[in-house]
């Protein structure tokens, strides 16, 4: 990927989801017959962080988080402010699947959809775009959304009310990450309604 003037947030989730489409070294999403891309079937977790020193830290330093695969998940803001009382989902993690558990929903949509060993040509191309297109629009609101917010929550830092800007950007990160946890036990299930067993390790 070649690409002149300034790097965005959206140009660095497109990098970490490549493939090598539209190269010789394409093939069947983690495969890896022909060449290992940067999204793979092991990728357990992929940040980018962004870093704004003309704001205060705790607003200014996002770090942009997904679990599983790039190409199968959606990246989640938290900011440096965060205040925490995480989304027990997103706390919840062992060595087999459990419903509950975050990390397990992303990782079982990947390894159904796109697993390392068997891969299905057919059925990635008939499943992965529409998958794509849920996260993709959900990434694009929350773009929106994140302008904006970060907008409200310097209006607060200026007035003195740093606990009130941190709290604002806190509560947001755990709305989003339930309800992108949500929406990832939904894909899941329509794959397996669908008929598609998932990889390894699952326990439905």
């Known amino acids: 990927m070649r690409k002149l003037g300034g790097v965005t947030i959206q140009d660095l989730i497109l990098v970490?989801?490549?493939?090598?489409?539209?190269?010789?070294e394409h093939d069947t999403p983690h495969s890896q017959k022909k060449a290992r891309a940067i999204c793979v079937?092991?990728?357990?977790s992929t940040q980018i962080y962004h870093l704004r020193k003309t704001m205060p830290a705790e607003i200014?330093?996002?770090m942009w988080s997904?679990?599983?695969s790039p190409c199968l998940g959606v990246y989640e803001p938290i900011w440096a402010g965060y205040q925490g009382e995480t989304p027990v989902e997103w706390q919840r993690g062992a060595d087999s699947f459990s419903p509950d558990s975050a990390w397990w929903t992303f990782e079982n949509i990947q390894r159904t959809v796109a697993p390392k060993e068997n891969p299905d040509p057919e059925f990635w191309k008939a499943t992965w775009p529409v998958i794509?297109?849920?996260?993709?629009e959900i990434e694009?609101?929350?773009a929106d959304e994140v302008a904006a917010l970060e907008k409200e929550a310097m209006g607060l830092w200026r007035q003195g009310k740093k606990n009130e800007a941190n709290k604002l950007l806190t509560d947001y990160t755990n709305t989003r990450l339930h309800s992108d946890f949500l929406e990832a036990r939904s894909i899941l299930e329509s794959i397996v309604a669908k008929g598609k067993k998932p990889g390894r390790d699952f326990l439905f």
Not at 41 to 44: A, I, K, Y
Not at 132 to 136: F, G, I, L, M
């Open 16 to 24: 970490m989801r490549d493939h090598y489409e539209g190269m010789a």
């Open 41 to 44: 079937s092991g990728t357990q």
């Open 60 to 62: 200014g330093s996002v």
């Open 66 to 68: 997904l679990v599983s």
């Open 132 to 136: 794509r297109k849920r996260w993709d």
């Open 140 to 142: 694009k609101k929350g």
